[in-house]
DNA sequence: TGTACATCAGTGAACGCGCGTTCACTGATGTAC
DNA sequence: TGTACATCAGTGAACGCGCGTTCACTGATGTAC
């Protein structure tokens, strides 16, 4: 039952888009009453929670899926095939997209719930970096850290990896949604004409900034 | 007059974020009537595009601003004040960042009204690059252009700049924007400790991506 | 200088709408003896 | 096998709220003669 509120929810995300989202058109497409819902959802908000949840968990394992049949020695490759997972999850799921990555709903304030699946996708791309790391497939990094990482994440997280590569690979991370978004929120459109090349192209460059080399 | 409509507006999207902006909420803070709003303006929908198309304005203003300070034959630092300058009006603006950034506001259609002024903050880049060409401040972009930026953009907006370099621009570009966004919605906040420090060491990267030499 | 008229900013009531949430309730299903 | 009771999913009316937009209107200001 929980399992066919989220699903309905969803179909309305993608109508309305998350601060339109209503718990009464969502019990109306169910066919229940709306106080019937709440033996189910707390609260609208904690319904806004579910679906972010779920969407950190769709994403992650859409990602994990695409990522895994990749080589595991082919370094580049399943760092471009994250990427590619992202993108491609994004454009599938545009509004569930912008609810966790886009402007923050108002009125609603996340809860920690939803830290622990943020994680679980940028986790794909720092096993990449460790197992680059292990098989000597990240080049020197040149320069100093930037020393604006959080320790813990640089001690748990990103364990064995150089800092300087760290910095350079949220860098490369937060440019992924920074492409992403800007796609899919309409700012390419008068000076991008190929999605697709200008996404795997621009890939290239960010690997390369991280510096995992060529040979794999 | 339509200037106090669009100010208290703006002090309405700060508190409430673009989805919950009212005509009757400004009417009130104003202290005129719901329907005399009508007179100033067609609709919500037109409040809207006028805060976009003000925001765009104001963040150009203070980029070129900033920008202009700047020594011409600086290529770097024009480039890096630029960013920042963006970035400084994003913390300060945070919800009007959002509306012209951000998602989607649900059931709003940007019309083209709003394509030129957002061109504007783009054109301080584009500048830069022009004149980093021009002064052979740009080093040799390696491999081949992506071909899939505009044609109009190249011959227009970056007229004489080499495709490979426009290629890499646009992902820099992509790339400030998506730094800004995730720090702006708290998807840093576990990985990185001090926002300044991070994003001017980014640009660091993004600046030697583009190939602005260190001579300037 | 004084009168008739047009302009126009702003009013206030009303329209129909949807929302989140609470509350006392019904009525079927399952359990205990 | 049959009865008494507890559980619990779902109902339906109501609460108080805010919204965008329309419409006939008032009343002050400015203009023309």
Redesign the interface.
Known sequence: MMEEILDVALGQLAL?????LSLRAVAREIGLAPSALYRYVDSRDALLTALIVRGYDDLASGVEARESVVARDDLRGRFLETARAIRGWARAHPHHY?LL???????YA?PPDT?AP??RVAAVMARVLHDATASGHLGEAG?EP??????E?LAD?FAGVDPRTV??A??AW??????V??EL????V?????????FD??L???ID?VGIDRRG
């Not at 937060?174 to 492409?179: C, D, H, Q, V, W």
């Not at 929120?185 to 390419?188: N, S, V």
């Not at 008068?190 to 200008?198: I, K």
């Open positions: 309305t888009g998350a601060p339109g912008a990555y886009g402007s923050p709903v108002p009125g996340a830290i943020a994680t320069g930037s020393g604006a990482v959080e320790g994440a997280f910095d350079r949220i860098l937060a440019s992924i949604y920074g492409l978004s800007f929120f309409g700012h390419l008068s000076s991008v004409s190929n999605g697709d090349l200008f192209a621009s290239e460059h960010l900034l």
